[in-house]
């Protein structure tokens, strides 16, 4: 599954963790309880009921079991802190399920503080799901979630999985303003991390960045012998537009190279488009 998820990747984020998130439906359960009996679970002494709520609140999907994911962030948040790592994940992707609907995104800014705070986590599922949470976010992620965001992608113990780098990066990709700390820690990872290279490329260019370092090494990257990593560089070309200007000679090459994947060869003529005429 991730070897189609890295070749397909969607357009978006939130469609991107959609798919994560519900690869993790797959479980029978029985009878579900209503949302309120499930949030009262959560406080039992027992570990294992505790566990089995989260679970269900994550499978189902909060938004399916609560009217107003803003008035139960009371009771639900705690459960971010159980002792439990297991009760702690699965609240974590409740939370992320729960901003694939418009009013459960909006109403995830309520929580911004808790899952900064649940981005230390020793558990890396509920530091990754964490960082999704925040990434669907609306109307975007607050500026305040960049520092914690680029603390754990710089922290080698912590932020070094794959799939919470992924999942910092894509959040980074929707904060607004780019600051020059955010750009900076990208491109790093675009230098030296292979496992992310691709997500690296595809941030920067949501950043649409005009940095001739930025360009500079993307460039370079265009030669990678990754299909995955090439198309995400070429269409980070294509969203950065004219200051990408230096890129169009290794754009043309691509284009019009028959032994080129055609879906990359397709987005290098868009990019060719986008840089010339801006549009």
């Not at 030296?192 to 500079?216: N, R």
Request: zero cysteines; charged letters at 30%.
């Amino acid at each position: 599954m991730m070897w189609s998820i890295r070749i397909m990747k969607p357009n978006t984020f939130r469609s991107f963790t959609f798919v994560l998130l519900t690869s993790l439906m797959v479980l029978p359960v029985g009878a579900v309880e209503s949302g309120e009996v499930l949030l009262q679970k959560l406080k039992s002494s027992d570990a294992a009921i505790r566990r089995n709520a989260a679970e269900v609140l994550a499978e189902r999907g909060i938004a399916d079991l609560v009217n107003d994911l803003k008035k139960v962030l009371p009771d639900l948040l705690p459960a971010l802190k159980d002792s439990d790592a297991d009760v702690r994940y699965y609240v974590a992707v409740a939370l992320a399920s729960a901003g694939w609907d418009d009013n459960g995104a909006q109403a995830l800014s309520g929580a911004v503080p808790a899952l900064i705070e649940a981005l230390k986590d020793k558990d890396p599922r509920v530091r990754e799901y964490s960082a999704k949470a925040i990434g669907l976010v609306m109307p975007q992620p607050p500026a305040e979630t960049a520092k914690p965001l680029l603390k754990l992608l710089n922290d080698k113990e912590k932020g070094g999985e794959k799939t919470v780098q992924e999942a910092a990066l894509a959040a980074l990709s929707r904060i607004k303003p780019v600051t020059p700390e955010m750009a900076s820690a990208v491109l790093k990872l675009l230098k030296e991390d292979k496992d992310v290279k691709g997500e690296a490329a595809s941030t920067l260019g949501d950043f649409a960045s005009s940095d001739p370092e930025v360009i500079s090494v993307l460039i370079g990257a265009l030669k990678d012998t990754d299909r995955f990593i090439r198309q995400e560089v070429v269409r980070a070309f294509g969203k950065i537009g004219p200051p990408a200007r230096a890129a169009l000679p290794e754009l043309k090459k691509i284009a019009d190279n028959s032994k080129e994947d055609q879906t990359i060869r397709d987005n290098a003529v868009a990019a060719l488009r986008r840089i010339e005429q801006g549009n």
